[in-house]
């Protein structure tokens, strides 16, 4: 058999046995809220594992990868930087619950600020989901053939409905558990990457550690988005603030703070496959090409931390969708499993759509987190007494920056530092005081 046919086989069989052992949900509970049939609600290290894997997506780890090829270890830190929006969501939702009484961010949205900020929240999440569906299928249509190939695009579209059929058969409640499993593989398999490109190097793990430059166009640019990000980019991915809202407050806060470390342990460490391939002087997509390079068990190996990473965001993915729409926005007159299962084949083939577009990966985290830099006051600030027009003020001011930084209509006046991401920052920055005059102006004029 060729390298083709194995990678078939990978991708067919992993999702086969998920699809054996995932249980079967009846009821919403069981569907929505990852509830079993004797009403128990999961424990610190089943949802650590899921929320650690649905972040550690085929997406990241690429742009990871990348990351590291292109300013060494710097590179790895700044993308790992992202993971403290573990930290703020857990500290942010614990509070919400403990405090406020709230069942969800809709629930709290709808208490404060009215259904229209609802249907404005709605739509930002939405934007996201759309994204997360197209930018982790194509990394591993980039596994299967170049882009635009017939390959490519068959592995993309066999990859959906494979990981939507598993999904669609539990719902929340199979995703949780798969994604325990895809955990263990995922740490399994990188322990045995590292352990085959590190002494290639001489076991020198100091090397790779020290490479890269700590300057601003050597990657701190983007270390410092990421950190002004991580107040805001968190409260706009239903895939992890859904599940802080399923187990009980205090589990949910552990499971948090044990994710922050673990995953950004994880991108640090996947990391070093971008930084080994700079060392070797290759050039293009840093995890194929250095898979390329080690043989076929090593290939086969770097695809199945792709498939799996990639199956546990997208059928996450698939799950947040269909709860928002007919949980949080009951488009549905009634919350049903069905109604579930229908939402989540229609993101399917909406999300798939931009794969014939050939967008940059990279932008749907870069550009989307710009867009939502105005959720940071809204729920960081969530016990402070303003007025609805505040919402709507934050959150329209960053969308507007992101909208502009998406175009490049950003004037070079504005561009205060040099370097790649020097303009990502700039936007940020800009946009996150305005967001916050936006979110406190209204209080001002009130009194």
């Not at 079967?24 to 999961?42: I, L, M, Q, V």
């Not at 968190?234 to 922050?260: E, M, Q, W, Y």
């Amino acid at each position: 058999m060729n390298e083709l046919t194995y990678q078939w086989l990978l991708v067919i069989a992993s999702s086969v046995i998920l699809f054996l052992i995932s249980p079967y949900s009846r009821t919403t509970k069981e569907f929505f809220r990852a509830t079993t049939k004797e009403n128990t609600t999961p424990n610190v290290w089943l949802l650590t594992s899921s929320l650690v894997i649905s972040w550690i997506f085929a997406k990241s780890i690429t742009n990871a990868a990348n990351l590291g090829l292109s300013f060494g270890m710097v590179g790895g830190v700044a993308y790992a930087a992202y993971y403290l929006s573990f930290l703020v969501a857990g500290i942010v939702i614990y509070q919400m619950r403990v405090k406020g009484g709230f069942e969800s961010l809709h629930h709290f949205l709808q208490s404060k600020f009215g259904r229209n900020a609802v249907i404005v929240f709605s739509l930002l999440i939405g934007f996201r989901l759309f994204n997360e569906v197209w930018s982790n299928t194509m990394v591993i249509g980039t596994y299967f053939g170049e882009k635009g190939s017939t390959q490519y695009f068959l592995s993309i579209i066999v990859f959906t409905i494979l990981t939507l059929g598993y999904t669609l058969k539990g719902g929340l409640r199979s995703s949780l558990l798969t994604d325990l499993i895809q955990m263990v593989l995922f740490g399994v398999l990188l322990f045995i990457i590292l352990g085959i490109i590190l002494p290639k190097k001489g076991g020198d793990v100091g090397a790779f550690v020290s490479s890269g430059e700590w300057t601003m166009a050597g990657g701190i640019n983007l270390l410092f988005v990421a950190l002004i990000q991580s107040f805001s980019y968190p409260f706009h991915d239903p895939v992890l603030t859904d599940r802080g809202f399923i187990a009980s407050p205090k589990v949910t806060l552990k499971s948090f703070i044990i994710a922050t470390f673990i995953g950004a342990l994880c991108i640090l460490l996947f990391s070093f496959v971008g930084i080994f391939a700079q060392m070797e002087g290759m050039e293009g997509q840093a995890a194929v090409e250095v898979s390329k390079t080690l043989g076929l068990a090593m290939m086969l190996i770097m695809n199945f931390i792709m498939i799996t990473s990639a199956a546990s965001t997208l059928d996450s993915t698939f799950n947040s969708f269909s709860k928002m729409l007919v949980v949080d926005l009951k488009f549905t007159k009634n919350i049903t499993v069905t109604n579930g299962r229908i939402a989540m084949i229609i993101v399917a083939l909406v999300g798939t759509l931009p794969v014939f577009l050939n967008p940059t990966i990279l932008s749907a985290t870069t550009v989307s987190g710009t867009m939502v830099i105005g959720l940071a006051p809204i729920f960081v600030f969530w016990k402070a007494k303003v007025p609805k027009l505040s919402f709507h003020l934050a959150v329209g001011i960053g969308v507007v920056f992101g909208l502009l930084l998406a175009f490049k209509m950003i004037p070079n006046g504005l561009i205060f530092f040099e370097g790649k991401y020097g303009d990502l920052l700039s936007v940020n920055i800009i946009g996150t005081v305005f967001c916050l005059i936006g979110f406190w102006l209204p209080v001002a004029f009130k009194r």
